[in-house]
Antibody
């Protein structure tokens, strides 16, 4: 059974950094592209970033480009999101989401439970 | 950026009745359209992809239709567990994928 467990969220001051992790189990992690999707409190969903199976191809939303970096460690079955220069508007629940395919179809058939990041002074 | 517009924002329907949710794209996304269900405090769940293909384990009462710019999610006979927020998502214009703002399906 697919399981995705995020961690690393918390309260952080504007301008500081945070790294989120997503531990995967129940399937062959290295066979799938992965994404981060976020949801501000009471708002809709916003795609954040995608990474290919081997970690070589990365794309980030314009809203986080240059500040956030997605990465993965296939030996540890773990996905990461390094978030630098955080802003108040980055406050959200961050979900890791498994792509339906290896080639990054860009829709998501499994999601973690999410981890809340609050950016506030 | 492709803007996805869902209507209505809130839909009130009685259990056992049919619900029809709409999603419109600002430009053609072909059939690259997914639907998700989200309940309070939970992650979204994939219902439909490729506009009309049910995801694994999704009951047959959920169906999707449409292509180009107009899409519909139909729930044929509502059950209590179906009351939730529903999002459409286009993935034609990757990596700039976008979601609709959501339709809240509530009990009438």
């Amino acid at each position: 059974q697919v399981q995705l467990v995020e961690s690393g969220g918390g309260v952080v001051q504007p301008g500081r950094s945070l790294r989120l992790s997503c531990a995967a189990s129940g399937f062959t992690f290295s066979n799938y592209a992965f994404h981060w999707v976020r949801q501000a409190p009471g708002k809709g969903l916003e795609w954040v970033a995608v990474i290919s199976t081997d970690g070589r191809d990365l794309y980030h939303a314009d809203s986080v480009k240059g500040r956030f970096t997605i990465s993965r460690d296939n030996s540890k079955n773990t996905l990461y999101l390094q978030m630098n220069t955080l802003r108040a508007e980055d406050t959200a629940v961050y979900f890791c989401a498994k792509d339906k395919t290896a080639a990054a179809a860009y829709y998501f058939d499994s999601w973690g439970q999410g981890t809340l990041v609050t950016v506030s002074s | 950026e492709i803007v996805m517009t869902q209507s209505p924002a809130t839909l009130s329907v009685s259990p056992g009745e049919r619900a029809t949710l709409s999603c419109r794209a600002s430009q053609s996304v072909r059939s690259k359209l997914a639907w998700y269900q989200q309940k309070p405090g939970q992650a979204p769940r994939l219902l439909i992809y490729s506009a009309s293909t049910r995801a694994t384990g999704i009951p047959a009462r959920f169906s999707g239709s449409g292509s180009g710019t107009e899409f519909t999610l139909t729930i044929s006979s509502l059950e209590s567990e179906d009351f939730a927020v529903y999002y459409c998502q286009q993935y034609n214009n990757w990596p700039s994928i976008t979601f609709g703002q959501g339709t809240r399906l509530e009990i009438k």
